[in-house]
C-alpha cells in the first residue's frame, strides 16, 4: 500500500516537469532558412563615361608654362590628362620655379597656368601677366574647393585652412574675375555626390565647343560682370555661402577679351574624372585654348621677336 502512495506521488512530481518539457521543447532544433540577398548579382552604380575618341589632333605647337611658384596645391599626376592632351597636339610643358624667370618665359609662351595657388601674386607678376594677355598670350586659373592650405595661429596655436581664393583671385581681378570663396552643391540632380555638380547650360565659346554635360568635384562657383560665364546649371545649384542660386555665377567664366579663363575645379582633369560625362570633350578644348595663342610681337618679346629666317 505504502508502496503505491510512492508511485502516486513519485507521478505527481514528474509529470508537470514532462508535460512543461513536452509543451514547450518539441523535438530537435529546425532553423528556418534566413532569406539574404544575391549579393553577386548587385552592380555597382556608375557615372557615365564619354571618353574623347577623336584620335586625329591638330599640330598645333607652342610652350605652356605651369605655375609652380605659389605653393600650388596639385602634382603633375594630378592634370595627366590635361597635359597629356596639350603634348599630343605637339605643346611643350615648361614650369614656373621661380617669380624671376616669369617675364622672360612669357617672351616665347603660348599660355600660362596655374593651379590652385596658395600665395598671391605680386603687383611684378601681375603686371607682366597682363600685358601678356594684352599682347595675346592666353592665361588659365584652376582652383577647388576642396583644396586648402594649412596655417597656424601664432596666438593660438589653432589650425587655420587657407583656401586658394584669395591667391587666385590677386591675379584674376584685373581680368574683372572673381572665384568666391564657397562651393557649389545640388542635393537634387547630381553626379553620386551633392558636391559633385553637373553644369548642362553653356556660353558660347571654343572652350564649350561639343559640350552637353559637365560635372565639376567640389568647385568654387565662379563670375565676372563683364565677361562670359562658360559653365551654368540648374536652378538647385547653390552655393554654400547663402545657399541660393545666382545665374550670374558658374563654375567658369572667359575673361570679356577672350584670353583668361577661370575655373572654380580642377579634379576633373584627373582620372576617373576626366572620363565621366563631356569633360574628355572639354580638357580637349582646353588643351586647343592654351596652343592657338597668337601673341603680338612687341619689344617686350625680345629677343623672341626675329622668329623667322633672316
Excluded at 564619354?50 to 609652380?68: A, F, P, R, S
Excluded at 592654351?290 to 617686350?300: K, P, Y
Aim: proline share 4%.
Amino acid at each position: 500500500m505504502k508502496k503505491g502512495y510512492f508511485y502516486i506521488a513519485l507521478a505527481a512530481l514528474l509529470l508537470p516537469i514532462l508535460v512543461r518539457a513536452f509543451w514547450f521543447y518539441r523535438g530537435t532544433v529546425e532553423r528556418p532558412e534566413i532569406a539574404t540577398p544575391d549579393f553577386a548579382s548587385f552592380t555597382m552604380p556608375e557615372a557615365p563615361i564619354n571618353e574623347n575618341t577623336n584620335n586625329e589632333v591638330e599640330q598645333l605647337g607652342g610652350t605652356v608654362i605651369i605655375d609652380q611658384a605659389h605653393s600650388n596645391q596639385f602634382t603633375m599626376p594630378d592634370i595627366t590628362a590635361f597635359t597629356s592632351a596639350i603634348q599630343q597636339r605637339g605643346g611643350r610643358i615648361e614650369a614656373l620655379n621661380d617669380s624671376f624667370s616669369l617675364d622672360f618665359q612669357l617672351k616665347y609662351a603660348s599660355a600660362f597656368v596655374s593651379f590652385s595657388p596658395s600665395f598671391p601674386f605680386s603687383s611684378f607678376e601681375i603686371q607682366s601677366l597682363q600685358n601678356f594677355a594684352e599682347r595675346g598670350g592666353k592665361i588659365l586659373v584652376f582652383t577647388d574647393a576642396t583644396r586648402n592650405f594649412i596655417s597656424v595661429d601664432f596666438v593660438t596655436g589653432n589650425p587655420i585652412a587657407i583656401g586658394d581664393s584669395n591667391a587666385a583671385n590677386s591675379l584674376l581681378k584685373v581680368f574683372d574675375i572673381t572665384v568666391n570663396n564657397d562651393y557649389l552643391y545640388n542635393t537634387q540632380e547630381n553626379e553620386g555626390n551633392f558636391r559633385n555638380v553637373l553644369f548642362d547650360e553653356f556660353g558660347k565659346s571654343e572652350l564649350t565647343f561639343g559640350l552637353k554635360e559637365i560635372a565639376l568635384y567640389g568647385t568654387h562657383s565662379v563670375e565676372s560682370a563683364s565677361g562670359l560665364v562658360l559653365l551654368g546649371g540648374s536652378e538647385s545649384n547653390l552655393s554654400s555661402m547663402n545657399d541660393a542660386h545666382n545665374p550670374n555665377h558658374g563654375g567658369a567664366v572667359l575673361s570679356a577679351n577672350g584670353n583668361v579663363a577661370a575655373f572654380g575645379d580642377l579634379t576633373f582633369l584627373s582620372s576617373p574624372y576626366n572620363t565621366y560625362t563631356d569633360n574628355a570633350t572639354l580638357i580637349s578644348n582646353l588643351a586647343d585654348f592654351v596652343l592657338t595663342s597668337e601673341q603680338s610681337l612687341t619689344l617686350q618679346n625680345f629677343p623672341y621677336i626675329f622668329t623667322g629666317n633672316t
